[in-house]
Nanobody
Framework: QVQLVESGRGSVQPGGSLRLSCAAS????????MSWVRQAPGNGTEWVST????????RYADSVKGRFTISRDNAKNTLYLQMNNLKPEETALYHC?????????????WGQGTQVTVSS
């Protein structure tokens, strides 16, 4: 059974930083591209970033490029998202996702998400 469990939820001020983690189990983590996506109230779902199996190649949405960093530790079956210089409009539920069907996509199997709130 595929399980993706996000952690690192928090409330930060604009300009602050937060690191999210995603613990994966129930599948061979190192064999899959992985992604982060977010859902903000009234804004639908936004793809944030994707990383390849070995961690050597990454892609980012233009809105987060230069501020967010996706990474993974295949020995620990864990995906990360380092978020710097956060903006209020980035308040959202952040999900990690397994890219089961298409490598570079918003993912097919999502975790339940962790809440990030950016507010002064």
């Amino acid at each position: 059974q595929v399980q993706l469990v996000e952690s690192g939820r928090g409330s930060v001020q604009p300009g602050g930083s937060l690191r999210l983690s995603c613990a994966a189990s129930g599948f061979t983590f190192r064999n899959y591209y992985m992604s982060w996506v977010r859902q903000a109230p009234g804004n639908g779902t936004e793809w944030v970033s994707t990383i390849n199996t070995g961690g050597s190649s990454t892609r980012y949405a233009d809105s987060v490029k230069g501020r967010f960093t996706i990474s993974r530790d295949n020995a620990k079956n864990t995906l990360y998202l380092q978020m710097n210089n956060l903006k209020p409009e980035e308040t959202a539920l952040y999900h990690c996702a397994r890219n089961r069907v298409s490598r570079w996509s918003a993912g097919d199997d999502w975790g339940q998400g962790t809440q990030v709130t950016v507010s002064s």
